[in-house]
T-cell receptor, first 112, second 115 residues
Framework: ETGVTQTPRHLVMGMTNKKSLKCEQH?????MYWYKQSAKKPLELMFV???????ENNSVPSRFSPECPNSSHLFLHLHTLQPEDSALYLC???????????FGPGTRLTVL | AQSVSQHNHHVILSEAASLELGCNYS??????LFWYVQYPGQHLQLLLK??????LVKGIKGFEAEFIKSKFSFNLRKPSVQWSDTAEYFC?????????????FGKGTKLSVIP
């Protein structure tokens, strides 16, 4: 059981498609995160939001566009992705940015 | 920037064997340290964490980890593993204070426990 949910759990898309990943946290947290987990590489922090404001963008290509409409929801909008973007995308949340992060189950993305 | 090294990619143990998974980090300042676990088909879960104080930290399910500052290490231990401990274990580090959300993970160690 997790307080952080992600949809969809699996996504296959072409390079010209536009899709969005959704994350929702039910923990009353104020900070949310996107991570990328590629095969044989460590988890990489992509974006950090605190109180709906972006506080970190770790040199992520512009084809990934995050959106945080409120403290419970986080989106990752995808467009014109490349096959090397295929990975597991994890969402996390924490009470504040300095607190322990709790992770969702991830979305397995395949780009054809 | 910080980095984390987990030396063992895959560890295979029999039930009741003792476990120690290595984790070393590099960072010039004070750090927060974490071990996360991912059981098959489940999400990443926090096993234990160290922020300050007693360097021997006890976590859930009988796990513990010891922070040795001089060795930049935070090894995970369990005296007697069970088949249900089969999972992938990730060590992570973040700076203390400003930027503490910058979690850097190791590549993970897969643990297989044979009944």
């Amino acid at each position: 059981e997790t307080g952080v949910t992600q949809t969809p759990r699996h996504l296959v898309m072409g390079m010209t498609n536009k899709k969005s990943l959704k994350c929702e946290q039910h923990l009353g947290h104020n900070a949310m995160y996107w991570y990328k987990q590629s095969a044989k590489k460590p988890l990489e922090l992509m974006f950090v939001y605190s109180l709906e404001e972006r506080v970190e963008n770790n040199s992520v290509p512009s084809r990934f566009s995050p959106e945080c409409p409120n403290s419970s929801h986080l989106f990752l909008h995808l467009h014109t992705l490349q096959p090397e973007d295929s990975a597991l995308y994890l969402c996390a949340s924490s009470q504040a940015v300095e607190d322990t992060q709790y992770f969702g189950p991830g979305t397995r993305l395949t780009v054809l | 920037a910080q980095s984390v090294s987990q030396h063992n990619h895959h560890v295979i143990l029999s039930e009741a064997a003792s476990l120690e998974l290595g984790c070393n980090y590099s960072y010039g300042g004070t750090v927060n340290l974490f071990w996360y676990v991912q059981y098959p088909g489940q999400h990443l879960q926090l096993l234990l964490k160290y922020f300050s104080g007693d360097p021997l930290v006890k976590g859930i399910k009988g796990f513990e980890a010891e922070f040795i500052k001089s060795k930049f290490s935070f090894n995970l231990r369990k005296p007697s593993v069970q088949w249900s401990d089969t999972a992938e274990y990730f060590c992570a580090v973040s700076p203390s204070g400003a930027g503490s959300y910058q979690l850097t993970f190791g590549k993970g160690t897969k643990l297989s426990v044979i009944p």
